[in-house]
């Protein structure tokens, strides 16, 4: 298997932050490049354009976290890149638009090889946005993907 990106969507929940580590494993084995995916869930949409919550503040967060997930990788020795992105998972206006396509539309944009994406056991009720992706992603994804 030829894996040159790993796509890791993320969304601030334990799980997501759980299953990097598997993307980092992964890119560190496969010496690929790693592109954390920041998928807003509709709450947080809302709350950003209430003005409820700075949009500055999320990107803040963002940056930090991508910053440690490349310390991670720097502390193994790998060379292979780290880039970061962000997507909202929800639209008012485009009723098809949900965190499992918004996934699958970046791992085709970015030519993805290989995606890990989080799902708890159980995950219907569940409040985290890609935890609620996660099966959509398995049964339509074009490339391999890990759910953890």
Known sequence: MDIDLVLAPVDGSNQSEAAVEYALAIADAYDAEIHLLFVLDETLIRAIE????????????HQVFAAEM???????????????STAAGFSPTR????????????????DA?????????????????IGRAALYVIEYASQPVLSV
Do not use: C, K, M, W
């Open 95 to 110: 009723l098809r638009q949900s965190p499992g396509s918004v996934i699958l539309d970046v791992a085709e944009d970015l």
């Open 113 to 129: 090889d290989f995606i890990v994406v989080p799902r708890e056991p159980g995950s219907d009720d569940s409040v985290d946005a």
């Open 70 to 84: 490349q310390s991670r990788l720097d502390e193994r020795g790998h060379e292979a890149g780290l880039n970061h």
């Open 50 to 61: 209430a003005d409820e919550v700075e949009a500055d503040a999320i990107a803040d967060r």
